[in-house]
């Protein structure tokens, strides 16, 4: 069974740094592209980043370039989403998703096969 689970989330101040971590028990780990989206009430999930199988491919949504920093460990099965200079609108659930396959695209939602159940980020001005 396939589970992902995201933690890290909490109440910061604008300004402040996150690091969230979804640790996954995905058979494929290693070889699957794993994304972090974000929603919240007033908006469809959006696409924040996304990591190739081996880590050495990243993508960002130009809304968080130069904030967020994606990474994997694959020997401990679990991607982070380092988040710096921390601002209100970053307010969202944050949600890992996974594939056990690359097709060349990143930010489609629906192109994932498994999602954690979220964690809430809220930025205080």
């Known amino acids: 069974q396939v589970q992902l689970v995201e933690s890290g989330g909490g109440l910061v101040q604008a300004g402040d740094s996150l690091r969230l971590s979804c640790a996954a028990s995905?058979?494929?780990?290693?070889?699957?592209?794993m994304g972090w989206f974000r929603q919240t009430p007033e908006k469809e999930r959006e696409f924040v980043a996304a990591?190739?199988?081996?880590?050495?491919?990243?993508y960002y949504a130009d809304s968080v370039k130069g904030r967020f920093t994606i990474s994997r460990d694959n020997a401990k099965n679990t991607v982070y989403l380092q988040i710096s200079s921390l601002k209100p609108e970053d307010t969202a659930v944050y949600y890992c998703?996974?594939?056990?396959?690359?097709?060349?695209?990143?930010?489609?939602?629906?192109?994932?096969?498994?999602w954690g159940q979220g964690t809430q980020v809220t930025v205080s001005s």
């Open positions: 990591i190739n199988w081996s880590g050495r491919n990243t």
């Open positions: 995905v058979r494929s780990f290693s070889s699957s592209v």
């Open positions: 998703a996974a594939r056990p396959y690359d097709s060349g695209r990143y930010s489609y939602a629906n192109d994932y096969d498994y």
